[in-house]
């Protein structure tokens, strides 16, 4: 059976409009993980800066680099998280969806700040660039 044109047009259309629409979705769901990742990474490389430097103390995240979005700042706080106690570094405050606000440890390990339950330790996608 051949179709009018104006039907294989119709289907075309209507396929690519499908597809935009999953892939928009799909970046909307890991966009958000990309950028959690992104913040984390910024706070563990403000890291590892800092022990290259010697650990000096205080510490000054403006020494070891700038982020032309968000705020980084120092944070001194200590949390307790299932037993164990993490003393922070630094922090960062990104503009994207919550959570956005994250501290690094003096080990390296990133905790979220702003999870609505808790303080809580930042996990990273084993796939690609993704944290949650």
Same mark, same amino acid.
């Given at each position: 059976?051949?179709?009018?044109?104006? $039907? $294989?047009?119709?289907?075309? *259309?209507?396929?690519? #409009?499908?597809?935009?629409?999953?892939?928009?979705?799909?970046?909307?769901? !890991?966009?958000?993980? %990309?950028?959690?990742?992104?913040?984390? /990474?910024?706070?563990? /490389?403000?890291?590892?800066?800092?022990?290259? !430097?010697?650990?000096?103390?205080?510490? !000054?995240? /403006?020494? &070891?680099?700038?982020?032309?979005?968000?705020?980084? %700042?120092? &944070?001194?706080?200590?949390?307790?998280?299932?037993?164990? /106690? %993490?003393?922070?570094?630094? #922090?960062?405050?990104?503009?994207? *969806?919550?959570?956005?606000h994250f501290a690094v440890t003096?080990?390296?390990?990133?905790? *979220?700040? !702003?999870?609505?339950?808790?303080?809580?330790?930042?996990?990273?996608s084993k796939r690609g660039a993704?944290?949650?």
């Amino acid at each position: 059976m051949n179709l009018p044109t104006w $039907k $294989k047009v119709l289907v075309c *259309v209507v396929v690519v #409009a499908i597809a935009f629409a999953v892939l928009l979705t799909i970046l909307g769901i !890991d966009g958000a993980m %990309y950028d959690r990742w992104r913040s984390a /990474n910024w706070l563990q /490389n403000l890291h590892r800066a800092w022990l290259q !430097d010697g650990a000096p103390l205080p510490a !000054d995240p /403006n020494k &070891y680099g700038h982020r032309s979005s968000g705020t980084t %700042y120092v &944070y001194t706080a200590s949390h307790l998280i299932s037993g164990t /106690n %993490y003393f922070c570094l630094f #922090a960062f405050k990104g503009e994207h *969806v919550p959570p956005n606000h994250f501290a690094v440890t003096t080990n390296g390990l990133v905790l *979220v700040l !702003d999870d609505p339950a808790r303080v809580r330790l930042l996990h990273f996608s084993k796939r690609g660039a993704g944290a949650w």
